[in-house]
């Protein structure tokens, strides 16, 4: 990594950390779905790119965010649509061990689709409870 990229690093932590403090739980869960997003992006540009190390720590990162979105979920509470939001997050993180291992763009994109879904499911919920 260059000193530019460390400092772009430094401060997009700062960033996030005072966007989540700042935050409701759905917007958590938004500011927590723009960085998956973004972290996702960033995978594909180092898959395309050659940059297998730097790919490896994006795709982990995107795998620990939606592990902890799923460990968030309310199962007691949520009835089936938790279990489905679940099962989902649990599929986009076994396609990306997969997309870790076959570097395909088409895997990638297809869990960059269903999140950008979910994540505009999201921002409907939170629009509606304001």
Do not use: T
């Not at 739980?25 to 540009?45: H, I, K, S, T, W």
């Not at 180092?46 to 902890?68: A, F, P, T, V």
């Not at 968030?72 to 009835?79: K, P, S, T």
């Not at 870790?100 to 939170?126: A, P, Q, T």
């Amino acid at each position: 990594m260059n000193a530019y990229s460390d400092s772009y690093d430094s401060y997009r932590s700062v960033d996030l950390e005072a966007r989540a403090a700042a935050a409701s739980p759905y917007e958590l869960v938004l500011v927590l779905f723009d960085g998956l997003l973004d972290e996702l992006a960033r995978a594909r540009g180092h898959i395309e790119h050659k940059r297998y190390q730097q790919k490896g720590q994006s795709l982990e990162k995107c795998m620990n965010i939606l592990n902890g979105l799923s460990g968030a979920l309310d199962y007691e509470g949520g009835g089936e649509v938790v279990q489905e939001l679940a099962r989902l997050y649990d599929y986009c993180i076994y396609r990306l061990s997969d997309v870790s291992v076959s570097l395909s763009l088409e895997g990638l994109d297809e869990v960059i689709k269903l999140l950008g879904v979910l994540r505009e499911g999201w921002e409907g919920v939170n629009a509606a409870r304001k």
